[in-house]
């Protein structure tokens, strides 16, 4: 087999340089994609594979990452496995393994910190998984996606729920909690919600939506250590109470502003929840904020600067509360912002998201750059009036002086990211 495929013969000649006594890490897809490019037989990839990890287990001292996705080898199974996968730190798989896989590992690792799941089947077989999660003595960090688009397949019942009920035994080490779901029905379910006062440790909650969740329950979840917080589709209400039970330290308060929008209370929800940033959120750094134009809403919004000196990036969102000349106030609204930015912007504010809500005029905005002091800036809007070549013109002349970093016109989909990158 080594022959056809031209590869020396390991087992009978040493290699000049152990490269394996430094490998700490197997990720199994780009590893089959390497070994694809010595032969297209399924066959001999196979072999080639498995010569991989037996070498693997018997020269590497110790093994911390493992991606396991498309494995089809059950390496637990290898001579010297038990000591390599002990000192498992990370797990990164898919729900396409079978459970025998996770069976297997939960024998031999039991002190695995980071577990980070993709779902690709509406209705997997969950068991090996909790079986993994069950043995674990130091979870800190747990992902689930889900990652499939099969309108006609539906959960046949809570399959999370006994995943979170084996997670809820970790929250004395659990700190990070990410989690994506497809399941349109989970928002009735009760099982997320119960489990989340529990994880009182969190230093990271990430989700794309709570679902329905009492005022009673909401304020259960307190957090004394979280620094991040991310939920997708929360209301302002729902924010701010969190907000207020945080311990302090939040430097990431991140959401779809755009879904709050039109919430019948919005104005007054939109001003509490400034008055929450800035009173428990003093070393914010990422931010995704809505409110209304008032003469109020700006005046708290000129404190949360005042008193956020580390914010970084923000997402901002103005809501015209006149109806009538819609396009004087945007204008208006973004003369109103970039002067108070002006006045007012932390030194370390380096990247701003905005979308059509409110405009820069030309005239404004090259004041605006002109009096900048701050960080060179990134600015990321879905407004195409930016593509204009007045607007080039002027955005060219300040990346030249170094002003701004990048002015870029994305989706509205990029733009609301956070995590998509300038």
Sequence with gaps: MRQRIQLPSVSSKSLFFDYLSYCRSINVIIMNTIISIGSSLPYNQFLVQQEFYRLFMKQCPELKYLNMKSIEHQVFYFP?????LESLFELECDTSIDSSYFYGLARLCHYIQRIIITNVDPNPDHHGIVKL????KNLRYFEWIDNFNDEKECFTDDFYKEIFLELEKKADTLIHFKLFYNDDEIYERKSLQEILPEFRKLKTLIINDLGLISEYLLKTLVYNDLEVLNI????IYEASIMIENSGGRLKEVLSKPYYRLYNCDFDESSLTFIRKIHENCPSIERLSLAFSSSKEHFTEFEKLL???QNLKSL???IKNTDKNEIEEKNLENGDKLLK?????????LRELRFFNYFKFSLESLEE???KWKGCALSMLTSDTIYEGVNYKKLINKYKNNGVIKDFRCESFMNVEDMNFRI
């Design 340 to 348: 108070l930015l002006i006045k007012t912007a932390p030194t370390n």
């Design 315 to 317: 997402l901002l969102i």
């Design 80 to 84: 010297e496995a038990n000591i390599r």
């Design 232 to 235: 997708n589709y929360i209301t």
């Design 133 to 136: 999660i069950e043995v674990q």
């Design 306 to 308: 005042n008193v956020c």
């Design 368 to 370: 605006f750059l002109v």
